[in-house]
Nanobody
Framework: QVQLVESGGTLVPPGGSLTLSCVAS????????VNWYRQAPGRQRAFVAS????????NYDEAVKGRFAISRDNAKNTVYLQMNDLKPEDTAVYYC??????????WGQGTQVTVSS
């Protein structure tokens, strides 16, 4: 079965940049939409960004719009989240999500991003 593995999370100072990656274990995996979510301490898991297969349409949470960019490389079975101008408020565990249909989806285990001096 398909597994999603996130990587790239680390400690970064405010104003810095990071690129997170999410790799699917199955090269035939073809979700119709991929997403990034995040969960900060004491808060509920929140939507960050999405990318649809049809049309390559993107959507972003208002808090990250203009700073984050979601993309995918189908040849590498990888989804990316480019994060720029990071703020302490961006500190969270970031999760990759992929939806097959209305009833089936996959989640990664999460990668920790800490924005601090």
């Amino acid at each position: 079965q398909v597994q999603l593995v996130e990587s790239g999370g680390t400690l970064v100072p405010p104003g810095g940049s990071l690129t997170l990656s999410c790799v699917a274990s199955d090269r035939t995996f073809d979700p119709y939409i991929v997403n990034w979510y995040r969960q900060a301490p004491g808060r509920q898991r929140a939507f960050v960004a999405s990318l649809s297969r049809a049309g390559g349409l993107t959507n972003y949470d208002e808090a990250v719009k203009g700073r984050f960019a979601i993309s995918r490389d189908n040849a590498k079975n990888t989804v990316y989240l480019q994060m720029n101008d990071l703020k302490p408020e961006d500190t969270a565990v970031y999760y990759c999500n992929a939806r097959i249909d209305d009833w089936n989806e996959y989640w990664g285990q999460g990668t920790q991003v800490t924005v601090s001096s």
